[in-house]
């Protein structure tokens, strides 16, 4: 069964497609194999794993289609690669009527999403998530965008895909680390909007790492619900759709810091949720079992909870003051009050920041 | 007295000003002198030639905006100039509150206008036009974007202004052959809506060039005019807007063949139109008495009427298959019908447009 969520964004919506073997499906197979202006943008790790394998059941469909392969990894989602990818849709004489495809995880999602809304000012792409973290979280809401070597996302823009096909059958080929980056996305989706949520990740985390069908395929679509919800009613991040940037703030200056790709998306999410939960407890909001709460979660799955030991509080401060959330040189937070709900925070003290940073650095959560 | 012209595109709604010494009006120059987080986009020639220029009366004004200049020249609009932009921004630890300023001409408002579309997805800009074809084209309407190497403005987007400022002021400075570019497009609007308008031009047309403040406040007036009524009904270019292009398809081919910057893009447009022209005469649609006129009011002003004498029909027809106009790997060209009217033709055959090309790089109109 394929399971269908509706995106309504006006002029610009569209649907999310979840299940195993969708590709499988004639609706869907006929989108990627009866249109000849398509272009699939992947990675190499991913043309081996995926295209070229013909082990893989959706091989069939989607080795039909023209692509390029950039290379693998974070430190490639940049203006450079965007150039590539133009170029070789320039030399192939694609046009306006393009429809590019994204195939792999939040790196392909983003940087494909972007070159799709600056090509020939705008063109149609495709969303084929293959890791968990892209298909939870990065394949949905239209924020696309690449790094710049100063800052995380900090050129982009906002363009919507016209449709979204998430297939578990990937997930079968990627890397556990990369699963467990994924379940700090799913983790946050809890802390900002759901307690039930939370609890029945608490119960079921192990079965989602596992792939197990009923548990991933259940977690997936609770998450892409989640997800919707909020950017029907505020898709450029004026309101809300900031709530979902609990612990990036932290985790950017991370990724940042150490060098895009050292650090996992997901592990940086994880210990700037810890930093913004701490910071909360600090504050007086979160109370101390839900701060353990939260932490038990992240640690007893093996995500990270303390940051590079090289990173010193001042330079998360530093690289957070260059944060998309900072408005008149005034850095804003989501902090968790409870597990379940997020509010926004402005006018931080400084020192408040840095102490709290310390102690999450010293592990000193509760002295 | 200032003009107010009022773009209606509902959430991007904007003014366009002008007039004469219109940053001393209090409005005005408040917006620009009142805003902590407003940043000038230019290059090196206006810095010196206005901002930098005490004897320029908005010298006392722009000159106090926190500014960034970069190369000048065509060649310097692309993707790497971009991202010097970006650079100085996030170093200035400027964020998503920023308002761009461009000050200059169609480079600088299209590649400040693309930085504001992706820098943190999308900031506020402003367009102060310091060319005639600026004023009267580039500054309105959204298009920004840079060129590839292998076509003129293939990367960009639409991202509307939240305010146009023309100051016939600085035109005192500008060579004659950058106000004959502009000439250019002053024509095209004629052209392409208003044989009223063309007759005015051919009489009044050497006064524009001579700024005579009546004619040329009149002109820029009603070209921006024209402009406006066409995107506020069709502001992404999916119906008539494609009108205004016309002459492009070849003018961007000769500005790709020739290196940009070495034809002044008013120049590439004036051989663009006349080829438009004598292809839809090829074609039996404009009369040979309009023809004419066509060719006399640009060549009488002095703007070329024959392209570069190193390009072959075949690199014309090579490179105008990038044209953002393509669909379907189909050529769609938009011609004069009559003065104040055009078609967008499609499905030209290959040997037609060779033929008619030659024709004109040969003089042969008529022959
Ligand atoms: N746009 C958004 O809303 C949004 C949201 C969250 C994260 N992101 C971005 O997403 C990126 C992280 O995404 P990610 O975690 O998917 O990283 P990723 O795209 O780098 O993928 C992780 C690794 O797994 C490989 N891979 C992908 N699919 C595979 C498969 N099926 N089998 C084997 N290997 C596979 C990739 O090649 C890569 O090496 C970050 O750049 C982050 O900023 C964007
Ligand atoms: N976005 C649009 O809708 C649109 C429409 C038409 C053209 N364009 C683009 O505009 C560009 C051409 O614009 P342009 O003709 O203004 O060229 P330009 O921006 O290169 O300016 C021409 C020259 O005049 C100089 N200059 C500018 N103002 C001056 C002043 N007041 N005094 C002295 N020198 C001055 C510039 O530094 C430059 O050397 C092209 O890239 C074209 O693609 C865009």
Redesign the pocket.
């Known amino acids: 069964m394929i399971e269908t969520i509706h995106v309504n964004l006006n002029n610009y919506s569209y649907n999310i497609y979840i299940g195993e073997y969708i590709f499988n499906n004639m609706f869907i197979s006929s989108i990627f194999l009866k249109n000849k202006n398509n272009v699939l943008i992947t990675?190499k790790?991913?043309e081996k794993?995926?295209l070229k394998n013909k082990n893989q059941y959706f091989y069939k469909i989607l080795n039909k289609i023209h692509y390029f392969s950039i290379n693998?990894?974070?430190n490639y989602?940049n203006l450079y690669e965007v150039e590539k990818i133009i170029s070789f849709l320039l030399n192939n004489l694609y046009g306006r009527d393009l429809n590019l495809i994204a195939l792999?995880?939040?790196?392909?999602?983003?940087i494909t999403g972007f070159v799709a809304s600056i090509f020939q000012r705008g063109v149609n792409f495709f969303q084929i998530p293959?890791?968990l973290?892209?298909q939870v979280?990065?394949s949905i809401?239209g924020?696309?965008g690449v790094n710049h070597i100063l800052g995380?996302?900090m050129i982009g823009s906002f363009w919507q895909p016209k449709g979204v096909f998430i297939d578990i059958k990937?997930?079968s080929?990627?890397?556990k680390k990369?699963l467990l980056?994924?379940i700090a996305?799913i983790i946050k989706y809890a802390i900002v909007f759901d307690k039930i949520f939370f609890i029945w990740l608490e119960n079921n985390l192990f079965k989602v790492l596992n792939l197990q069908k009923k548990e991933l395929l259940y977690c997936i679509k609770k998450c892409c619900e989640l997800k919707v919800k909020i950017i029907e009613n505020d898709e450029k991040e004026i309101g809300n759709r900031v709530f979902l940037n609990l612990g990036h703030s932290f985790a950017h200056a991370i990724e940042t810091f150490t060098g895009y790709g050292k650090w996992?998306?997901?592990n940086a999410v994880s210990v700037g949720i810890i930093m913004s939960s701490y910071l909360s407890f600090y504050l007086k909001y979160l109370k101390k079992s839900e701060l353990l709460n939260i932490i038990n979660i992240f640690n007893n799955i093996g995500l990270p909870i303390i940051g590079p030991s090289t990173m010193l509080p001042l330079d998360y401060l530093k690289l957070m003051m260059r944060d998309k959330k900072v408005i008149n040189k005034n850095l804003r937070l989501v902090i968790p009050v409870s597990i379940g709900k997020v509010k926004l925070i402005s006018s931080i003290k400084e020192n408040i920041l840095l102490d709290s940073i310390t102690a999450c650095q010293e592990r000193r959560f509760f002295s």
Chains 1, 2 share one sequence.
Request: hydrophobic share 30%; no cysteine; glycine share 20%.
């Open positions: 990675n790790k991913i794993k995926i693998d990894g974070e989602k792999g995880g939040g790196v392909i999602g983003d293959t890791t973290l892209s979280d990065a809401g924020k696309a995380k996302n990937f997930l080929t990627l890397p990369e980056s994924g996305e996992l998306h997901g």
